[in-house]
C-alpha cells in the first residue's frame, strides 16, 4: 500500500479494492453518500492507450491524445482522481454513483465525464478505489478540501483525472 493509500485509511476512507473487483462485485461499495479516491499503485507511470474503455456520453470522444495524457501525468503521488457522490440535492450513494464510473469505463454511454482520463490506462482494471462514507458533512466540501489539499502538494496541479476543480 503506498503512502497515500495509508493516509486515507488513518483519514477513514474503507475499501482499497481494484476497479476489475468493483466490476466483478460492487456491493463492496458503501450505499452512502460520500468521497472517493482511485489509487494507481504502480512503480513506473502506466501506458496509455490511444482509445480507452470509456464509452461516448452524448455521442462525444471521452478519448484525448497520449501526449496530454502524458502532461497532465503527476509523478510522486498515487492520487490519480477524487470524486463525490451524494448530498444536497442529489440522491446518489457511493455505490450508485462508482457502478455509473465503471460502467462508462466498460464504454457505456453513461453520464460519468469527470475523471474520464482513467480509462485510458492500460492497466485501469488495477487500479485502487477507496471511499469515505459522510454521514453529516457534504461530498462536495470534503472533495474541495482534498483537491485543495492536493494542489497545495502538487504545486497547483490537479490529480490527474481531475478536469476541473
Known amino acids: 500500500m503506498t503512502k497515500e493509500a495509508n493516509d486515507l485509511k488513518s483519514k477513514g476512507f474503507i475499501g482499497f479494492k481494484t476497479m476489475g473487483e468493483l466490476m466483478g462485485n460492487p456491493s463492496f461499495i458503501s450505499q452512502t453518500k460520500g468521497v472517493y479516491v482511485v489509487l494507481y499503485e504502480g512503480d513506473n507511470p502506466p501506458k496509455f492507450l490511444h482509445e480507452g474503455t470509456g464509452g461516448f456520453f452524448k455521442g462525444k470522444n471521452p478519448n484525448v491524445s497520449i501526449s496530454e495524457l502524458e502532461d497532465n501525468w503527476i509523478e510522486g503521488t498515487s492520487i490519480v482522481y477524487i470524486g463525490k457522490a451524494g448530498g444536497t440535492g442529489s440522491s446518489a450513494t457511493l455505490q450508485s454513483r462508482l457502478k455509473q464510473y465503471l460502467k462508462f469505463g466498460q464504454g457505456a454511454n453513461v453520464g460519468h465525464w469527470g475523471g474520464r482520463y482513467i480509462w485510458q490506462i492500460a492497466d485501469a482494471k488495477n487500479l485502487v ?7 453529516d458533512a457534504e461530498p462536495i466540501e470534503l472533495e ?3 483537491i485543495e489539499e492536493f494542489k497545495v502538494a502538487h504545486y497547483g496541479l490537479r490529480p490527474f483525472a481531475n478536469l476541473k476543480d
Not at 129 to 135: E, G, I, M, S, T
Open 129 to 135: 478505489v477507496c471511499w469515505k462514507p459522510l454521514a
Open 144 to 146: 474541495y478540501q482534498m
